[in-house]
């Protein structure tokens, strides 16, 4: 049974620090959260002039995973927990917060020297009450560690997280989430399946596709309603996507700043610990 399209979202400008703007599908002034879905970002493409200087300078998260899938350029990761890795094109690296820290993410300094192509999506999962309070850690893998699923000829699309065709990415988390990031040429179609039941996203990050009889472009975000299971994507111009699956969490949201935690007490917490140096510091 196909899956309806419950909205169709245009991602728009949003700037997170004075230096950086994303484009931000997820929340929306039409559709909130699909849970653990919290929050999506891209960045670019745009091409880095040789010599830059631009990162995101340290800050708290606290209560789930910030997801970063790196579509070109070279990014690092650094936070005050111990942890630090580097992520090229293809790549993805899972930070969870847990009980919280401070981080710093941004092209690499070599990338910044010689300047490049820099795209990437961040997404934000949500994390069960239960291990919202668990010790931070952090994971990464390169492109080569990413299997390819539903292969044929004019279709790069990778598994980043989850298990599909047998295979499974070296991804582990509290939220089981099936992700799915890559490129399909014009004119190929591609069959996608989410659980009924399960929240299930498609972002275009690239070109124009048509899903289940419905066009979108790039930026626009669909939403699914959670009955059916059938996704096909058609692509209408070489497009790229990254499709979202995986089992809901029935819990209670407050999202706000960087933390997202069950209640807006939980929330006002995190912001009085940051305030009073309960986070630690991090120079980078």
Same mark, same amino acid.
Request: hydrophobic fraction near 40%; proline fraction near 7%; glycine fraction near 10%.
């Given at each position: =049974?196909? *899956?309806?399209?419950?909205?169709?979202?245009?991602?728009?400008?949003?700037?997170?620090?004075?230096?950086?703007? &994303? /484009?931000?599908?997820?929340?929306?002034?039409?559709?909130?959260?699909?849970?653990?879905?919290? !929050?999506?970002?891209?960045?670019?493409?745009?091409?880095?002039?040789? +010599?830059?200087?631009?990162?995101?300078?340290?800050?708290?998260?606290?209560?789930?995973?910030?997801?970063?899938?790196? /579509?070109?350029?070279?990014?690092?990761?650094?936070?005050?927990?111990?942890?630090?890795?580097?992520?090229?094109?293809?790549?993805?690296?899972?930070?969870?917060? +847990?009980?919280?820290?401070?981080?710093?993410?941004?092209?690499?300094?070599?990338? %910044?020297?010689?300047?490049?192509?820099?795209? %990437?999506?961040?997404?934000?999962?949500?994390?069960?009450?239960?291990?919202?309070?668990?010790?931070?850690?952090?994971?990464?893998?390169?492109?080569?560690?990413?299997?390819? &699923?539903?292969?044929?000829?004019?279709?790069?699309?990778?598994?980043? #997280?989850?298990?599909?065709?047998?295979?499974?990415?070296?991804?582990? #988390?509290?939220?089981?989430?099936?992700?799915?990031?890559?490129?399909?040429? $014009?004119?190929?179609?591609?069959?996608?399946?989410? *659980?009924?039941?399960?929240?299930?996203?498609?972002? &275009?990050?690239?070109?124009?596709?048509?899903?289940?009889?419905?066009? $979108?472009?790039?930026?626009?975000?669909?939403?699914?309603?959670?009955?059916?299971?059938?996704?096909? !994507?058609?692509?209408?111009?070489? $497009?790229?996507?990254?499709?979202?699956?995986?089992?809901?969490?029935?819990?209670?949201?407050? $999202?706000?700043?960087?933390?997202? =935690?069950?209640?807006?007490?939980? !929330?006002?917490?995190?912001?009085?610990?940051?305030?009073?140096?309960?986070?630690?510091?991090?120079?980078?």
């Amino acid at each position: =049974m196909k *899956k309806n399209i419950a909205h169709v979202l245009t991602g728009r400008a949003k700037q997170i620090t004075p230096e950086e703007t &994303v /484009i931000q599908p997820l929340p929306h002034k039409d559709f909130r959260f699909a849970n653990p879905f919290i !929050v999506i970002h891209h960045i670019g493409p745009e091409t880095i002039a040789a +010599g830059s200087a631009m990162r995101i300078h340290p800050h708290p998260h606290r209560g789930f995973s910030p997801v970063t899938f790196m /579509i070109s350029g070279e990014g690092y990761h650094m936070d005050n927990a111990g942890h630090s890795g580097t992520i090229t094109d293809g790549g993805i690296q899972w930070m969870f917060a +847990g009980k919280g820290l401070l981080h710093s993410e941004g092209p690499t300094k070599a990338m %910044l020297e010689r300047g490049g192509n820099w795209e %990437l999506i961040q997404i934000w999962l949500n994390v069960p009450k239960a291990h919202k309070w668990d010790e931070p850690y952090y994971q990464a893998a390169t492109a080569e560690q990413l299997p390819f &699923v539903l292969e044929q000829e004019g279709v790069q699309l990778r598994l980043a #997280s989850g298990e599909l065709e047998g295979k499974r990415s070296p991804m582990k #988390s509290f939220t089981p989430v099936t992700a799915i990031v890559g490129t399909i040429a $014009a004119g190929k179609t591609v069959q996608l399946t989410a *659980k009924p039941g399960d929240p299930a996203l498609l972002y &275009v990050f690239r070109g124009e596709v048509n899903v289940n009889g419905t066009p $979108a472009a790039m930026h626009q975000l669909y939403v699914f309603d959670t009955a059916g299971d059938e996704i096909a !994507v058609t692509a209408s111009t070489d $497009a790229g996507i990254l499709f979202l699956t995986g089992e809901p969490i029935n819990e209670p949201i407050a $999202a706000k700043d960087n933390f997202v =935690m069950n209640t807006a007490e939980e !929330v006002e917490q995190a912001l009085e610990d940051y305030k009073n140096g309960v986070f630690g510091t991090l120079q980078y």
